[in-house]
């Protein structure tokens, strides 16, 4: 286990690394654990779950010897689209209507002395 606690002390270096890793560790006779880092530049949390459920599905038909077909890709230019074809006066409204009668400050988790 203290391959995990390396693997995330590792930090990824903007200018010198590819900004992704994957390793593989054999933990006992048919088990392994299977670890996928990357700099949070390259997917936020949406996509890197997208990507998970892929790969699973992906593993599980190769083991089992089953076909796949996975959804196509939408290219981010059409949620880019999207985005600029929004209402500015609907999503203010929408936002001012769902955070109404919310009256605390919402802050970050800090470590202490940071």
């Not at 693997?7 to 996928?36: C, H, P, Q």
């Not at 892929?54 to 190769?62: D, L, P, T």
């Not at 999207?82 to 470590?111: A, F, H, I, N, Q």
Request: hydrophobic residues 35%; aromatic residues 14%; contains cysteine.
């Amino acid at each position: 286990s203290g391959y995990r606690e390396r693997d995330r002390s590792e930090k990824f270096n903007l200018s010198e690394d590819v900004l992704m890793r994957v390793r593989v560790y054999r933990t006992g006779a048919e088990e392994y654990d299977f670890i996928w880092s990357s700099h949070h530049i390259l997917m936020d949390g949406w996509c890197r779950a997208i990507l998970a459920k892929e790969f699973n599905a992906i593993y599980n038909s190769q083991r089992n010897n089953i076909a796949i077909t996975l959804p196509s890709v939408q290219p981010y230019s059409m949620y880019i689209n999207w985005l600029e074809g929004r209402s500015l006066v609907e999503s203010k409204v929408y936002w001012e209507e769902y955070l109404s009668g919310y009256d605390r400050l919402s802050t970050l988790p800090r470590k202490p002395g940071y």
